[in-house]
């Protein structure tokens, strides 16, 4: 581990690392909901993400826009796996947490950030608690049902709206 002692409160164990990458996620993500929803480059995003061919006829270079949205999505994957490799050992399937974070995206709301972080603190918990009560052999199968009722039941999630395509 690269930091010292975990920190002990109210029955729970929580090491050093865990904390720092907490904080520095919460800024990642403050940062990120600044730059989409106050920036002029966010609103282009947007735009572009609703209609490209209308954000071409208003000015947006459609291509740039494009580039700074892999751009960033790249540079918080790679944030990402810094912080697997912090916690965890690195291993090939370790890639396979990208479905997590595609059901969390599922359940918080396809497109929307507030929703995608609500998404993802649930399944935490949901998961958390089902590997302590049911083992973590099963645990999956119920995530991926939970997903499932959810996108029977409320498919487009907890914080995503209902957008109608205009002829």
């Keep these: 581990r690269f930091f010292g002692k975990p920190l002990r409160?109210?029955?729970?164990v929580i090491s050093q690392s865990d904390i720092i990458i907490l904080c520095i996620s919460t800024f990642a993500l403050i940062v990120l909901g600044y730059v989409v929803q106050k920036t002029r480059l966010g609103r282009a995003l947007r735009s572009v993400s609703?209609?490209?061919?209308?954000?071409?006829?208003m000015g947006i270079n459609v291509t740039r826009v494009i580039q700074f949205a892999f751009f960033i999505s790249g540079a918080l994957a790679g944030l990402a796996g810094v912080f697997l490799g912090i916690n965890y050992t690195l291993y090939p399937t370790l890639g396979s947490l990208v479905v997590k974070g595609f059901i969390a995206s599922v359940i918080g709301g396809l497109g929307s950030l507030p929703g995608a972080v609500i998404g993802a603190m649930l399944l935490g918990i949901v998961e958390t608690s089902l590997i302590s009560t049911?083992?973590?052999g099963y645990a999956p199968v119920f995530t991926f049902l939970i997903m499932l009722v959810f996108l029977l039941l409320r498919p487009r999630g907890i914080a995503g709206s209902n957008i109608q395509e205009k002829a």
């Excluded at 409160?9 to 729970?12: D, E, S």
């Excluded at 609703?50 to 006829?57: N, V, W």
Aim: hydrophobic fraction near 45%; glycine fraction near 14%; charged fraction near 20%.
């Design 134 to 136: 049911i083992g973590s």
């Design 9 to 12: 409160w109210a029955g729970l």
């Design 50 to 57: 609703f209609d490209r061919d209308t954000a071409s006829l």
